[in-house]
């Protein structure tokens, strides 16, 4: 995500069709450590996708220090008005695109610096773990220090597959027939096999469905939904019923028992009902119990408390991190690594019917899917009928990965004009501080609604939380530019850079250079 080592010209001219992780060097004169790289030579629209990218996640991320985590991924249907334009705007233009842009981003980084270190003739994959450790690290600390939703444990996690990955493919054996995939084409392929593989599913999953399902079926599960949410709906309204049921589930756990096995299909319509209905309450009141925690824990005044939620809450999720890492992130990395090392990002003026390509296909048919998945979830009949659920989730997937295809090619035709560049300069100086800008939101967004600051948790609609972004990312566009015409990296950058070359890094530019720098910056 904040990679930003470039190549050497001569890498530039003549991009390799297979790397390793470790190359020899065969110069006479000895290779030059790793370090990080001038600014001259960094790819200026990796960085503007950076800066722009840290405004969606800012978009998407504030509602979530405003609410429950535990509703991620549900509209709030107690919006109404501005609130409402806001939260379905964000949902469509933002929520899914800005997170897989930052995968993209993170695997053209590790290209970048793959590439730079055959060039320098040094070994990659120690330096990179070392880098992958760290960020992990800091992931760790911001989920628990700061806020729950991190993404940064899942990056380092992903991106150490991808460094087996580089691996396996690099080794030079006869009985290695991975070796036929090192190469940048074979990366793409392998990314974009995996990202389809959920969509493939679903599709296959459609078509059983359509030809064993008769509309008859279709008919009487709805109905048989429609009665078991109606009838968890009066359980919970009954005191004595709703007690018993959450005693009895809780003296199970606590006992260590198994669920209950139920032959589902000896029941009688009526007691399928009811046992599903009670499946129901029980599932919605332990998501209840899980919200109202959240709630207690960041409308406490007491850091600790909420502090020991967060901590509790980071480790159980976990879990989670091997499934996002490899099926998600990792993918998306391998696409991202195929833009750097084919050359496509260190030459843009030469692939400008690609990028033509990807705004206008991304955005025609990501938008247009997005939309209608959209106006599904927002149907009365999203709940109760399966059909429409799995097919709205899926195409809104879908739409997400085209869509960000769309932002990648619609940034890189405008930082590719004169206007456009001039227009998109502010960004770039977020994106080379973009691991400390994103801490920073948390830092800023912890104490404006957590209530051992400033107590606004659940108070601030999704309208005026747009204008908060506003508001903040033009104090960071400010601060970033402020800050590098001073300094080679941002704070935790320069943390991040210490660590991972093993050696406090120069912070200060040069006072000869400055003037140099910013008008890199600016150009």
């Keep these: 995500m904040n990679a930003d080592q470039t190549l050497s010209s001569d890498e530039q001219n003549h991009p390799p069709e297979q790397v390793t992780p470790k190359v020899q060097n065969t110069a006479i004169t000895p290779p030059t450590d790793l370090s990080p790289i001038a600014v001259a030579k960094r790819i200026d629209i990796m960085d503007v996708l950076r800066g722009f990218a840290l405004i969606g996640i800012l978009m998407m991320n504030i509602e979530w220090f405003n609410r429950s985590i535990t509703e991620l991924g549900r509209f709030d249907f ?99 027939f991975l070796q036929r995939f090192n190469s940048p084409r074979s990366f793409l392929r392998l990314g974009l096999v995996i ?130 890492a490899g099926i998600i992130s990792f993918p998306l990395f391998l696409v991202g690594y195929w833009f750097v090392a084919s050359g496509i990002m260190r030459k843009p003026e030469n692939h400008i019917n690609l990028f033509k390509g990807m705004a206008w296909v991304g955005f025609g048919g990501g938008l247009f899917m997005a939309t209608g998945s959209l106006l599904l979830m927002t149907h009365s009949v999203y709940e109760s009928a399966i059909e429409v659920r799995a097919i709205s989730q899926t195409t809104f997937m879908f739409s997400q990965y085209l869509m960000t295809a769309g932002y990648v090619g619609a940034i890189a035709l405008l930082v590719l004009t004169n206007v456009g560049k001039r227009a998109t300069s502010w960004l770039a100086p977020m994106g080379r501080m973009a691991l400390t800008n994103y801490i920073s939101h948390s ?10 600051a400033g107590g606004m948790y659940g108070e601030i609609s999704r309208g005026p939380q747009i204008l908060m972004v506003v508001g903040i990312i033009a104090m960071q566009a400010v601060l970033s530019r402020v800050w590098l015409n001073n300094f080679q990296f941002g704070p935790l950058e320069w943390v991040w850079r210490s660590l991972t070359y093993w050696k406090i890094q120069p912070m200060r530019i040069e006072a000869k250079t400055v003037d140099a720098q910013a008008a890199h910056v600016t150009a």
């Design 195 to 324: 990202l389809a593989l959920p969509i493939v599913v679903s599709m296959g999953a459609g078509i059983f469905f359509g030809q064993t399902r008769t509309n008859d079926v279709m008919i009487t599960e709805f109905d048989q939904r429609i009665a078991v949410m109606a009838r968890a709906d009066e359980i919970k309204l009954d005191p004595v019923l709703s007690a018993s049921l959450i005693e009895k589930e809780a003296a199970r756990k606590a006992a260590g028992e198994p669920k209950p096995e139920v032959d589902e299909d000896a029941m009688t319509d009526e007691e399928l009902v009811a046992h599903k209905a009670q499946r129901r309450f029980l599932s919605l009141d332990r998501r209840a119990k899980r919200k109202a925690a959240e709630d207690e824990a960041f409308t406490s005044n007491s850091y600790w408390t909420a502090t020991v939620y967060r901590t509790k809450e980071a480790f159980k999720s976990l879990k989670d991190t091997p499934f996002f």
């Design 443 to 452: 830092i800023i967004l912890s104490s404006i609604f957590y209530g051992y």
């Design 78 to 176: 107690t919006l109404s008005g501005v609130d409402w334009s806001a939260g379905w705007f964000v949902r469509l233009f933002v929520e899914g695109k800005f997170y897989k842009l930052f995968s993209l981003l993170f695997g053209m980084g590790f290209a970048v610096m793959l590439l730079r270190a055959k060039d320098a003739g040094r070994p990659f994959g120690a330096w990179f773990s070392r880098r992958m450790v760290f960020l992990f690290l800091f992931g760790m600390a911001h989920m628990m220090f700061l806020w729950g939703g991190d993404i940064l444990h899942d990056y380092a996690a992903g991106g150490m597959i991808l460094l087996g990955w580089l691996y396996l493919v690099s080794i030079k054996h006869k009985y290695n």
